[in-house]
């Protein structure tokens, strides 16, 4: 079935460094993906909602300065984490609207994002 | 949105089945219940989804009551692999406006 590829599955980063994470789709074209962060323990919080061609919406309490989100083509969104500090080591999910599947949705394999 | 009740968690013997419930007292007329699982540093696996009638696909069973105001996911034969996180959801269909929001759901052990 459809597929998204999430980059890097992990990723050690130093504090006040930027790591940027790749969703991309595979054999479909995603005009809709989100971003979902979740901490240990905790459900997924849903971030943002980047549509292919324009600006990201935040989900409220978000720093849209902190976590850029390009969707610049159909099938590639990024997420940077800007200027990351230990506080933001997270496990983040990108997802992406597919239509024709069961639920409409395909979920990326996450990040495990660790500053140290 | 309507919201969701599930039990933190859970545990089941393999091989038995593993019932998880889930209240949604609010859920209206046009709301599905889907469910969810993340299996430890994964990203979630849909599972089943319904509206009104009961459901069962390779994977599990869905169980909603008549009123639709709670339902039960049934792992008919559990085993190790299915100890995870499960979710469960209520939404409009495939409304494609909507935003999938996870609750807090019910961690479910499978004992040897």
């Known amino acids: 079935g459809a597929v998204v590829s999430q980059h890097p599955s992990w990723v050690i980063c130093k504090s006040g460094t930027s790591v940027k994470i790749e969703c991309r789709s595979l054999d479909f074209q995603a005009t809709t993906m989100f971003w979902y962060r979740q901490f240990p323990k905790q459900s997924l919080m849903l971030m943002a909602t980047?549509?292919?061609?324009?600006?990201?919406?935040?989900e409220q309490g978000v720093e849209k300065d902190k976590f850029l989100i390009n969707h610049a083509s159909l099938t590639l969104s990024t997420l940077t984490v800007t200027s990351a500090h230990p506080e933001d080591s997270s496990f983040y999910i990108c997802s992406a609207r597919l239509t024709g599947s069961a639920d409409g949705y395909t979920f990326g394999s996450g990040t495990r994002l660790t500053v140290v | 949105d309507a919201k969701t009740t599930q039990p933190p968690s859970m545990d089941c013997a393999e091989g038995r089945a593993a019932n998880l419930p889930c209240n949604h007292s609010t859920i209206s007329g046009n709301e599905y219940v889907y469910w969810y699982r993340q299996i430890h540093s994964q990203g979630p696996q849909y599972i089943i989804h319904?509206?009104?009638n009961n459901e069962t696909n390779e994977m599990a069973s869905l169980i909603i009551t008549e009123d639709r105001k709670s339902s039960t996911l049934i792992l008919p034969h559990a085993t190790l692999r299915d100890t995870a996180v499960y979710y469960c959801i209520v939404r409009p269909g495939m409304d494609s406006s909507y935003k999938l929001i996870f609750g807090s759901g019910t961690r479910l052990l499978v004992r040897p």
């Open positions: 980047s549509n292919e061609g324009s600006k990201a919406t935040y």
């Open positions: 319904g509206l009104k």
